[in-house]
């Protein structure tokens, strides 16, 4: 069964970075897109950062690029996304998402979904 396993959220001041994980397994393919999307409770999910663990290919939000980077070590299963500069408007609660991978990487529905992890910024 497919589980994708998220940790690292936490409280952190106006400015401040932390490096969100989520470690996958039960897939029978070795390639796969994996990422985040964050959600504010009465708004729809945003797509946050993604990345193929076939080329290496990433997406971002333009919300967050230059401030976030996904990376992916494959011998651990493991996506990392490092936030740095964090900002109030970052905060949500951030889930680890991960499905087949499409001939290009984008913000689709993806079926696979870790539980979230609350990352709060506080002015």
């Known amino acids: 069964e497919v589980r994708l396993v998220e940790s690292g959220g936490g409280l952190v001041h106006d400015g401040g970075s932390l490096r969100l994980s989520c470690t996958a397994s039960?897939?029978?393919?070795?390639?796969?897109?994996i990422g985040w999307y964050r959600q504010v409770p009465g708004r729809d999910r945003e797509g946050v950062a993604l990345?193929?663990?076939?080329?290496?290919?990433?997406k971002y939000a333009d919300s967050v690029k230059d401030r976030f980077t996904i990376t992916y070590d494959k011998t651990k299963h493991t996506a990392y996304l490092q936030m740095t500069s964090l900002k109030p408007e970052d905060t949500a609660i951030y889930y680890c998402?991960?499905?087949?991978?499409?001939?290009?990487?984008?913000?689709?529905?993806?079926?696979?979904w870790g539980r979230g992890t609350q990352v709060t910024v506080s002015s």
């Open positions: 039960g897939f029978t393919d070795d390639d796969y897109a």
């Open positions: 998402t991960s499905g087949i991978l499409g001939y290009v990487l984008g913000f689709y529905d993806y079926d696979y």
């Open positions: 990345i193929s663990t076939f080329n290496g290919r990433t």
